[in-house]
T-cell receptor
């Protein structure tokens, strides 16, 4: 079975540009969460979607948005990129929301560099 | 604000020795406490978790201890192997409300031959 798939794996953008990151969850998983991991730190929660609805949002500006599609895949969009947005963006899928740690499976992430 | 922190940023142990990684948490309302392992270029990988109504849980070569009195969590790895080299994160989660994992900063575990 395929795990959580994220694309692209790496990309470089210029300040002020917009970026879209994509995530395909494990087959059967209906929830997708997005995390930002700055180098040397733990992941920070951005969004959680379940059954195409936003179920949680972290402390991130409105430049960050996301959506979930009928096939449960998800996109994370970041507008007006800043240098500080450079990070590894992780997607985690789960059957449902919340609960035990074993329920979350992370992808390998998208490494975004803003120059 | 919310935080899950770690006492030591790096830990170096001899191959075959036991490793103990510590974590302090701040949200006493969390329902689950989780340990993740992250290798270079990969996302966090689940190791073991413990529910808040337990104080100890064992897995294969790993044990998690939870002390709610002092809000402390630890991960013990027995007979550490070279493949255990990674960054280890503790995280906490709640069943109700905002469904999110709150991660600590991480401890880098290095195995000496």
């Amino acid at each position: 079975d395929a795990g959580v798939t994220q694309s692209p794996t790496h990309l470089i953008k210029t300040r002020g540009q917009q970026v879209t990151l994509r995530c395909s969850p494990i087959s059967g998983h209906k929830s997708v969460s997005w995390y930002q991991q700055v180098l040397g730190q733990g992941p920070q929660f951005i969004f959680q979607y379940y059954e195409k609805e936003e179920r949680g949002r972290g402390n991130f500006p409105d430049r960050f948005s996301a959506r979930q599609f009928p096939n449960y895949s998800s996109e994370l969009n970041v507008n007006a990129l800043l240098l500080g947005d450079s990070a590894l963006y992780l997607c985690a899928s789960s059957l449902a929301t919340g609960g035990a740690g074993y329920g979350y499976t992370f992808g390998s992430g998208t490494r975004l560099t803003v120059v | 604000g919310e935080s899950v922190g770690l006492h030591l940023p790096t830990l170096s142990v001899q191959e075959g020795d036991n490793s103990i990684i510590n974590c302090a948490y701040s949200n006493s309302a969390s329902d689950y406490f989780i340990w993740y392992k992250q290798e270079s270029g990969k996302g966090p990988q689940f190791i073991i978790d413990i529910r808040s109504n337990m104080d100890k849980r064992q897995g294969q070569r790993v044990t998690v201890l939870l002390n709610k009195t002092v809000k402390h969590l630890s991960l013990q790895i027995a007979a550490t192997q070279p493949g255990d080299s990674a960054v280890y994160f503790c995280a906490e989660n709640t069943i109700q409300g905002a469904q999110k994992l709150v991660f600590g900063q991480g401890t880098r575990l290095t195995i000496n031959p």
